[in-house]
């Protein structure tokens, strides 16, 4: 142990992981591009997992997956299981061909995309939107547009559209789609003062989610329209800064903490017995409302 500590030697994690098949790390599999929802998703899992003996090991399985179409690349790191966060383009694909790449790895997928196929934690996000809309409705708002960034996947698939036009349709109000170029404040104003100086204007606007609501509010308050009063705002996802912010915005709050929890213990329980059945259960988010859209 002396010469242990005077060589500075560690063990080698490679051959330890040859050696035990344990490699002590768990793959989160995920988008990479930047929101305030995903930092708070990965900064949960990251603390859940340094109360145990588990590392991280982070990959854009979705930017993996849009390149070369397969999970090769991801795969070659020696994790003892996977989970997989809101992988929306690559979840279904994966679930289809698990058992015959990676057989041996536990993998849980978890939010508002996952493979029935394998244990999950889901987030019935429709639920949240039907509610959301319902809000704005009930409090009288009739010309509700749905502001979404033009080059989101989310401008014409998703259930946070689907309840939209859905709920637009069964009122008899006419659909109306804000495709901003950005989601910075800056980016967003020049969308919405040009929508604004149209006729008629909206009273009400569904965001895709907390970013682009935040950004539309301190847009608006630059343009001199009085948030809450003048036009409501909805986001989703339930970060932190909505409720931080001058004009708390409402917001379709998803179960963070019960979901990584879960996940993980699912994906744990699967690790200590590769037999165990499928763990399989679906979250509901929750609307919290806000002076941004009380009217």
């Not at 070659?76 to 996977?82: F, T």
């Not at 998803?254 to 979901?259: A, L, N, T, V, Y």
């Amino acid at each position: 142990m002396e010469a242990v500590e005077k060589l500075g030697y560690r063990p080698n994690p490679n051959a330890r992981a040859l050696m035990t098949g344990r490699s002590g790390l768990v793959g989160f599999w995920m988008c990479l591009q930047y929101s305030r929802y995903r930092s708070q998703v990965l900064d949960r899992m990251r603390g859940l997992l340094g109360q145990t003996e588990l590392a991280m090991a982070v990959t854009d399985i979705d930017e993996e997956y849009h390149w070369d179409h397969s999970f090769n690349r991801s795969l070659r790191v020696p994790v003892e299981g996977i989970i997989a966060f809101d992988a929306s383009d690559s979840i279904q694909a994966l679930g289809q061909v698990y058992d015959r790449l990676a057989p041996n790895t536990p993998f849980v997928s978890m939010g508002i995309y996952w493979s029935n196929a394998k244990s999950y934690v889901g987030v019935d996000l429709r639920a949240g939107a039907d509610e959301a809309m319902d809000h704005l409705l009930s409090t009288g708002r009739r010309r509700i547009a749905y502001v979404v960034p033009f080059n989101s996947s989310l401008v014409e698939e998703g259930v946070r559209v689907e309840a939209y036009r859905e709920k637009m349709a069964a009122a008899g109000f006419a659909i109306d789609t804000i495709l901003t170029h950005g989601v910075t404040s800056a980016e967003v104003g020049v969308d919405l003062a040009a929508r604004l100086a149209e006729s008629p204007a909206p009273d009400a606007l569904l965001c895709m989610n907390d970013d682009l609501a935040l950004a539309s509010s301190v847009a608006l308050t630059k343009l001199g329209v009085h948030v809450g009063s003048d036009i409501a705002i909805v986001g989703f996802d339930g970060i932190q800064e909505t409720e931080d912010c001058p004009c708390p915005i409402t917001t379709v709050k998803q179960p963070i903490d019960e979901m990584c929890a879960l996940a993980l213990r699912f994906l744990k329980s699967q690790m200590e017995d590769p037999l165990r059945p499928l763990q399989q259960q679906i979250l509901k988010p929750s609307l919290i409302i806000r002076d941004s859209s009380k009217g």
